[in-house]
Structures are given as C-alpha cells and as structure tokens.
C-alpha cells in the first residue's frame, strides 16, 4: 500500500465516520489493518489523532492548553473503574491526549500495549479512537453551523 492510499484511506475512514456511514468507515479502516505493517498502524493513529488534536485546538480556540500557557490536555474517568471496564475507550482517550500534548513517546507505548493485547481489543482500540475522533470533529461540525466555535 503506498503512502497516498494510506492517506486516503485514513480521510475516507474519518469521513465516513464523522458522517454516520459505519459501513465505510470500517471497510476503509479494515483495509489499512490487513495491507499495514504494524509501523504503519502506529501512524494510522497518530494520523486520526492529528484530526482530533486540531479539532479538540478549534473547539476550545484560544482557551485551549498550549505549551505558552503552560497547561496540558487531560482526561478523567467520569466513573471510577470506567477506564479498566473499557480498555478500548481508555486507550483511546489515553492516546489523543497524549497525542494531542506532544507525548509520542505515551503514544507509542499506549499503542504497543493495544498491539500486545491483540486481536479484539487492539482492533477495538483503534477503532474506539476513530470514534472518539469522529465524534470531535462532528460536535465542531454541529458548533460551527450553530455559530458557536469560539475564536
């Protein structure tokens, strides 16, 4: 697979996700997995993750953390134990925070542990990150045509 089917797999991927088309989100993500090494994978999440940094830095305009103001991006379990109840979505939120903080070294050991823990709970952990972006980006989408976007 060359580096321009990636890419655009990875756009139709988000695309269709953010846009409620399952179907195609998952034969484009499924598609990266069986033709990607799991180098390439790792860049498949930092790709979807990228989308979400952006997103989550357009959501919050200037309110959201940067490395002038000092501050960081975090997440907290709203429930205790939801995390450990749901490694897929921990995973997630674990790494487009650490994404979206500059941490690619959390990043990548987030995603070593997912590979490790193999079959459904990598590929669901990949896929809960798709998700999760999706579900930025389609809030951004709703806040826009709202004139809500902060500045």
């Known amino acids: 697979m060359t580096e321009d089917e990636t890419v655009t797999l990875i756009q ?10 399952v179907d195609t989100a998952a034969r484009a993500l499924e598609t990266l997995g069986e033709n990607s090494s799991n180098t390439r994978m790792y860049g498949v999440c930092c790709a979807i ?3 979400g940094a952006r997103t989550l830095r357009l959501l919050y305009g200037s309110q959201a953390p940067t490395t002038d103001n000092g501050a960081m991006w975090a997440t907290t379990e709203l429930a205790p134990g939801a995390f450990a109840a749901d490694p897929a979505e921990a995973f997630a939120m674990r790494f487009l ?6 941490d690619t070294d959390t990043c990548l050991a987030l995603f070593e542990t997912a590979l490790a823990a193999g079959g459904e709970q990598y590929v669901g952990s990949v896929v809960a990150l798709l998700a999760a972006v999706a579900r930025l980006v389609r809030l951004a989408l709703d806040e826009k045509a709202a004139g809500r976007l902060p500045s």
């Open 97 to 102: 925070v650490a994404y979206s903080n500059g």
């Open 49 to 51: 993750a990228t989308a």
């Open 12 to 21: 139709q991927a988000i695309g269709s996700a953010v846009h409620g088309d």
